[in-house]
């Protein structure tokens, strides 16, 4: 892959950055695409890249979208769900939206504070006679705990279907991560691992959810003039596709790229008192995002007080340890760096949220992520001596 850094004395960094293939080669993928002048409805370039796609995540099944938040509503919507979804409210808002647009209610669980995924130890509880499905983020590619959620959803009936945007190509255990659950939503938004400039997809194990996933993504149409359901639109065109077929050419370099600037962080980060989630051996990392938390102590009260947490933090959101994060976010800003608090706020700390956190037990380990992380700059065009300075820069706001 052709990587251009974008750094310089002068130059501002941004916390991600597009990867893109070099110009000649997508222009080349372009050329047949005037030649027949199919540019969308499932043409050659979306049936090539679908192929693909599963034999690189290693996957039975593939359907693609035209973005990630389609393919998680009509995923849902294929599985004719109605009723109570198990899910966390540390994610982007695209997951809790899509369960909402779909006419379920979202329930949230609290989460693990190493690697900020669903905290399967409280699924469980939060189980009624109305839950339909649990929706778990794999958040900056740290994997779920699939065997424990997977046992629940036995247990109890329930589909599971993961949010696997910050995931592609991982692996756990020697398993593509789109292989756990009922069915994983992959984004593959501009700025993801790999994109489609935007796109998505749904990878699954069921044979016959392929068919209503391709129903819901095409309108209901089954035939020249037939439509068999209420359908949407969330084709991926060829434009979208044809990018992807020159990134997956070049995905695995810009994985080790990433994994060589996260190696920079571990090591320029260590002993400075901010808190990084641990690497999982039995995890093949995409090094997707990579997150610190700042004010990892703080005198307060117990996580398991009531509304608040060790952090300061009550439930709505309001957490003393913020100040020192965002403090450190504005230094890193004022020299160029540009971080992002990913994810604050919590989802259920949203206004459009209120009324649905209400209904679920507070978060507080959720509510202390959300007032404490920074995601640091990382991409493959990111030079190894930038982040290097951002260390020196991150050292020098701590003392």
């Known amino acids: 892959m052709k ?3 974008n750094i310089g004395k002068n130059k501002e960094i941004m916390v991600t950055r597009p990867s893109l293939p070099p ?3 997508y222009v080349g993928m372009l050329r047949s695409l005037w030649d027949s002048a199919w540019l969308t409805n499932m043409g050659p370039c979306h049936e090539e890249l679908r192929e693909k796609l599963a034999a690189y995540l290693h996957v039975p099944h593939v359907e693609l979208f035209a973005n990630g938040h389609l393919a998680l509503e009509m995923v849902i919507q294929a599985m004719g769900l109605e009723g109570e979804i198990i899910t966390t ?3 982007f808002v695209s997951t809790s939206h899509a369960i909402v647009r779909c006419g379920c209610k979202p329930v949230f669980c609290d989460i693990r504070e190493d690697d900020c995924t669903i905290d399967a130890d409280k699924i469980e509880a939060l189980v009624t006679d109305k839950t339909v499905a649990i929706v778990p983020t794999h958040v900056y590619g740290h994997i779920c705990d699939v065997e424990k959620i997977d046992g629940i959803a036995r247990r109890h009936g329930l589909k599971v279907i993961y949010d696997g945007a910050h995931a592609f190509g991982e692996s756990r255990r ?3 991560v789109g292989n756990f659950g009922d069915a994983t939503m992959f984004s593959f938004h501009a700025t993801k691992v790999f994109h489609t400039i935007e796109g998505g997809a749904v990878t699954f194990r069921d044979e016959a959810l392929g068919p209503m996933l391709y129903k819901y993504k095409n309108f209901g ?3 020249k003039e037939t439509v068999e359901l209420i359908g949407g639109n969330g084709k991926m065109n060829e434009f979208q596709a044809a990018m992807g077929l020159c990134n997956l050419r070049h995905v695995d370099g810009e994985i080790a790229r990433r994994r060589e600037i996260a190696g920079i962080y571990r090591k320029g980060l260590a002993g400075l008192g901010v808190r990084m989630c ?5 995890v093949e990392s995409n ?3 990579f997150p610190i938390f700042v004010g990892t102590r703080w005198e307060g009260t117990s996580a398991d007080a009531g509304d608040a947490d060790d952090a300061g933090c009550t439930r709505d959101g309001k957490c003393g340890s913020g100040a020192l994060r965002d403090a450190l976010y504005d230094h890193l800003g004022d020299h160029g760096f540009h971080c992002r608090k990913y994810f604050y706020p919590c989802i259920n700390d ?3 949220y209120r009324g649905y956190a209400l209904d679920s037990p507070p978060t507080p380990i959720a509510h202390r992520a959300a007032s404490q992380v920074l995601t640091l700059p990382i991409y493959a065009g990111l030079e190894p001596s930038t982040a290097e300075e951002i260390c020196d820069r991150i050292r020098e706001a701590l003392g």
Do not use: K, M
């Open 23 to 25: 110009f000649d080669e």
């Open 350 to 352: 949203l206004e459009c």
């Open 89 to 91: 409210p540390y994610s």
């Open 3 to 5: 990587i251009e850094p």
């Open 221 to 223: 149409i089954t035939g």
């Open 174 to 176: 020697g398993v593509g």
């Open 278 to 282: 641990p690497e999982n051996p039995d």
């Open 287 to 289: 090094a997707a995002y």
